[in-house]
């Protein structure tokens, strides 16, 4: 097996990001620093360590859907030392993130060991669709939403075009559905300040088919074989 895709499959980073960690001269293989990419190893007889700590393929697959509070970041260790979503789950497995929510943002995360079915729903060109519930300040009116649909542009960049519906304005907010198909870092936050329009909530309720169903903030459970079916098939 390649050392890229094996140091994925072990859950450490996408393969992308694997191919950086070796560049930049972390990973010994049998006590030897290797920093090329094309290199392969056997995961039954090599001994792989980044940073000097041993690395293994998952003895089994984790995949869990959480309901990620507000106030909880989605990184192993937070440089700010906030709370991270890593606190709110008992396994005793290497887990990490599918693509990541904002500190502020609530709602579904999935999280997995499984580096191979990580970069599977994150790649760009499967075009997964999330969708967001938000309230945001103010009435937002028909040429707001058209704009959102289109793509804003910001800073002479046009941000990828979402579908957006309006379900309520109520008490001076409005209540919107936004699905989007590209995970760019804080899509949704920048469609909104483009159009003048503060976000008071931002919640995620599904990624393809993975509903965030019942779960309340900070509860998590095991995907569904269906689920898990669901992001993969056609891939
Ligand atoms: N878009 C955002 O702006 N923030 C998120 O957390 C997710 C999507």
């Known amino acids: 097996?390649?050392?890229?895709?094996?140091?994925?499959?072990s859950g450490i980073a996408s393969r992308r990001k694997c191919d950086d960690i070796i560049k930049e001269g972390r990973v010994f293989v049998n006590g030897k620093?290797?920093?090329?990419?094309?290199v392969q190893v056997n995961p039954k007889k090599?001994?792989?360590?980044i940073d000097g700590k041993r690395v293994n393929l998952p003895s089994?697959?984790?995949?869990?859907?959480?309901?990620?509070?507000?106030?909880y970041a989605c990184t192993a260790s937070d440089e700010k030392g906030r709370k991270t979503i890593y606190e709110l789950i008992d396994s005793d497995e290497r887990l990490f993130s599918i693509g990541r929510l904002d500190y502020d943002t609530e709602g579904l995360?999935?999280?997995?060991n499984d580096g191979e079915f990580a970069n599977k729903v994150a790649?760009?060109?499967y075009h997964t669709e999330k969708e967001y519930r938000v309230t945001a300040e103010g009435e937002i009116k028909e040429s707001e939403l058209a704009v959102m649909r289109k793509g804003v542009v910001i800073d002479g960049e046009r941000l990828p075009s979402a579908r957006v519906e309006k379900l309520s304005f109520e008490n001076g907010f409005t209540k919107l559905s936004v699905v989007i198909d590209e995970g760019q870092n804080r899509q949704v936050r920048r469609m909104f300040e483009a159009i003048g329009h503060q976000i008071k909530l931002l919640k995620r309720v599904r990624i393809g088919a993975v509903r965030?169903?019942?779960?309340?903030?900070?509860?998590?459970?095991?995907?569904?074989?269906?689920?898990?079916?669901?992001?993969?098939?056609?891939?």
């Open 33 to 38: 620093q290797v920093d090329e990419l094309g």
């Open 212 to 235: 965030l169903g019942g779960l309340s903030r900070g509860q998590y459970k095991d995907l569904t074989e269906e689920e898990l079916n669901s992001l993969v098939k056609d891939r």
């Open 1 to 9: 097996m390649r050392l890229n895709k094996f140091l994925s499959n």
């Open 109 to 112: 995360i999935i999280l997995t």
């Open 46 to 49: 090599d001994k792989v360590t």
């Open 60 to 71: 089994s697959f984790v995949y869990i859907k959480l309901n990620k509070p507000k106030g």
């Open 123 to 125: 790649h760009p060109r």
